[in-house]
C-alpha cells in the first residue's frame, strides 16, 4: 500500500525554525517528484514546494522561498520541509504528497497520493 | 502566475441531484487539471486528473471536462459521502495553484 506519514509538527514561536519530515512506503520513492502543501486553519489549499525525484529540479511559493527548504534523502525513503524564520501566516496543516501516474514522470503533475497531515502552529 | 476561480463557492444540495462545479483559469492549461474532494478533518483525496480522467477507484458518478481555461466537474447523482469541499488544482506550470474550493452540503 503507497502511505505517507508527516511528522515534526508542533508548536513554535515567531521567528523559530521547525523541521518536518514525511516518510513514504510502499513504491519505489527515489523514482517520484513529491510536493508539499499547506492548508491554513479554515482555508483552502497552497502549494509550497516541490522536488524532483533527483533534486535536480527544486520550486518555491513566493510566500516560502528563502525561508522554507525542501529536500529528500532516497535512502531513506524521507522528504524534508526545513522551516526557518516562521511566522504566524505560516500556521496550517502541512500535506506532503507524491506527483500522481507513472514513475519517472516528471514534475509537473497531479498529487497522489497524500499524507493525513502535520499540523505547525506559529504563536508567542 | 495562474489565477483560479471556482464557482460557486458554496453549493447546497439534496440526495440525488446532479450538481456542476465550475473551475476557469487566468491563462490557458491545455488539460493540466486536477480535482480533489476533501472531508473535514482529512486529507484531499484525488478524483480526476487530466481534466477528464477519473481516478482508479472513483466513483463513476463523478466526471470532468473542459480544456484551455474552463472547466467542469459534474457529479451526477449526488450521493451523502458526495458532501465535501472541491477543489481544482493547475499544473500546468509553477507556482502550482489551487481553486478556493467548493463546499457542497446538504440542502
Known amino acids: 500500500e503507497v502511505q505517507l506519514v508527516e511528522s515534526g509538527g508542533g508548536l513554535v514561536k515567531p521567528g523559530g525554525s521547525l523541521r518536518l519530515s514525511c516518510a513514504a512506503s510502499g513504491f519505489t520513492f527515489s523514482s517520484y517528484s513529491m510536493n508539499w502543501v499547506r492548508q491554513a486553519p479554515g482555508k483552502g489549499l497552497e502549494w509550497v514546494s516541490s522536488i524532483s525525484s533527483s533534486s535536480s529540479y527544486i520550486y518555491y511559493a513566493d510566500s516560502v522561498k528563502g525561508r522554507f527548504t525542501i529536500s529528500r534523502d532516497n535512502a531513506k525513503n524521507s522528504l524534508y520541509l526545513q522551516m526557518n524564520s516562521l511566522r504566524a501566516e505560516d500556521t496550517a496543516v502541512y500535506y506532503c504528497a507524491r506527483v500522481g501516474g507513472i514513475a519517472a514522470a516528471g514534475i509537473l503533475g497531479w498529487f497522489d497520493p497524500w499524507g493525513q497531515g502535520t499540523l505547525v502552529t506559529v504563536s508567542s | 502566475v495562474i489565477w483560479m476561480t471556482q464557482s460557486p463557492s458554496l453549493l447546497s444540495a439534496s440526495t440525488g441531484d446532479r450538481v456542476t462545479i465550475s473551475c476557469r483559469m487566468s491563462?490557458?492549461?491545455?488539460?493540466?487539471l486536477a480535482w480533489y474532494q476533501q472531508k473535514p478533518g482529512k486529507a484531499p483525496e484525488l478524483l480526476i486528473y487530466a481534466a477528464s480522467t477519473l481516478q482508479s477507484g472513483v466513483p463513476s458518478r463523478f466526471s470532468g471536462s473542459g480544456s484551455g481555461t474552463d472547466f467542469t466537474l459534474t457529479i451526477s447523482c449526488l450521493q451523502s459521502e458526495d458532501f465535501a469541499t472541491y477543489y481544482c488544482q493547475q499544473y500546468y506550470s509553477f507556482p502550482f495553484t489551487f481553486g478556493p474550493g467548493t463546499k457542497v452540503d446538504i440542502k
Open positions: 491563462q490557458g492549461i491545455s488539460s493540466y
